[in-house]
Each structure stands twice: as C-alpha cells, then as structure tokens.
C-alpha cells in the first residue's frame, strides 16, 4: 500500500537562508507521481511542484525545487531563499498509476521563517 | 479562472445534526475530490468522482457520509448524523482529466465543529 512519511514535525528558517522538508514514500508501483503542496493559514492548498517516476531531472519551480532520490524513495523540497510568506504547512503527496488514482498526503511540516 | 468554490467557509452543530457543504470545480475539469483534513493531520481522501460517477468511495464512511455529483459539475457532501469526530475541514478540489501527473486545485474548504 501506498504511504508518505515527513518526519518533521516543524522547521525553522532565517529569512534568505534555504531550508529542506522532508520526505519518504512506499510504493510497489513502478509509475507514480510526487507533489507537494503548501497550505497556509487560510486554510486552501496550494501547489508547489511535481516529479514523476520516470523524470531524470530533479524539478524545480522558481525557488522551489524537488531532490528526488529515487533508490532512496525520497522526494525533498528545498526552498531556496525563504521569506516571511512562505511560513505554513507543507504537505508531501503521492499519487499511483497512471490515472484516476487518488492522491495520499503525508502528515505535514509546520515551516516558520524567521527575519 | 474562476477556481474552486465552496461553501459554507464555516459550519457550527451539534452531535447527531445533519449538515451539507457545495463544491463548484473549476470549469471543465472532470475529477472532483472530497477530502478531510482533521486538526494537525494531513487530508485524507473521502471520494473521488469523474464526471457524475463515484471512481473511489473506500474510505467514506457510508453509515453516515453520503455525496453526489449532479450533471457532472457541481457536488454535494452530507453528513447525516455528525459525530463529534467528524470535526474538520473538507476539502474540495478538482482537476482536468484524473491523469497521474496532474495536479489538484483546492477550494478554502469548510470548517465544521461539532460540538
């Protein structure tokens, strides 16, 4: 069965410093997706960047970019230059399959930026 | 682009009252997800549908829980009757086709206490 760990709980960051959130998944899938997604106090989720299965590359997003190991079954963000607006919670997140399979979240990582 | 709507923000009952929250996807997208995020948790699947039929319900609690998509567009999600442990807030998103490497559009979700 499919699983997402993040075993950080909360993270703290200096404002212009990086910062990197874990997290692990469980998969016997050969083809599946990775999201993460940030959810700040308003509550709505916001997504951040995606890596597929198949992709070489390690993705990035503007200052959001994805360390995928796959060996290791890791998928790491890094956020490059934090500011005070990227202070929520961050959620790693996977998907099976091809399509029409649902996506599971892991429990989250409270991220503050401090100045 | 309009993005996802839901409604209400907020809702306050009492156990064994019965509620319901409305989702409108964004335009033209096919899937439609129902999740619930309990406090400090990550969100959890409640049901998926494409267009008007139900692709996975394994983890609604069918005794209780119940939602429906009319004409492929709109849903509805019913809790007859609420339980103090359905306190949380549901989640709506939706996206283009279900394919594995798309992402979700959430709504700000509702927020239910039962007291």
């Known amino acids: 069965a499919q699983k997402i760990t993040q075993t950080q709980p909360g993270m703290f960051v200096q404002e212009k410093e990086a910062v990197t959130l874990d997290c692990t998944y469980d998969?016997?899938?050969?083809?599946?997706?990775l999201f993460w997604y940030k959810q700040p106090s308003s509550g709505e989720m916001i997504f951040l960047i995606y890596?597929?299965?198949?992709?070489?590359q390690n993705a990035t997003e503007g200052r959001y970019s994805l360390n995928f190991q796959k060996a290791r079954k890791s998928a790491n963000l890094v956020i490059s230059a934090s500011q005070l607006g990227d202070s929520a919670m961050y959620f790693c997140?996977?998907?099976?399959?091809?399509?029409?399979?649902?996506?599971?979240f892991g429990t989250g990582t409270r991220l503050q930026v401090f100045p | 682009e309009a993005g996802v709507a839901q409604s209400p923000r907020y809702k306050i009952i009492e156990k064994r009252q019965s509620v319901a929250f409305w989702c409108n996807p964004i335009?033209?997208?096919?899937?439609l997800y129902w999740y619930q995020q309990i406090l400090g948790q990550g969100p959890k699947l409640l049901i998926q549908?494409?267009?008007?039929?139900?692709?996975?319900d394994s983890q609604l609690p069918k005794d209780r829980f119940s939602a429906e998509r009319l004409k492929g567009v709109d849903s509805t999600l019913k809790i007859q009757p609420a339980k103090l442990e359905d306190s949380a807030v549901y989640l709506c998103?939706?996206?283009?086709?279900?394919?594995?490497?798309?992402?979700?559009?959430f709504g700000s979700g509702t927020q239910l206490s039962v007291l």
């Open positions: 998103a939706s996206s283009l086709v279900g394919a594995s490497n798309e992402k979700l559009f």
């Open positions: 998969t016997s899938d050969q083809s599946y997706g």
């Open positions: 890596q597929g299965s198949y992709d070489e």
């Open positions: 997140a996977m998907r099976e399959g091809y399509n029409t399979d649902k996506l599971i």
């Open positions: 335009s033209g997208h096919a899937t």
């Open positions: 549908f494409q267009n008007n039929g139900v692709v996975d």
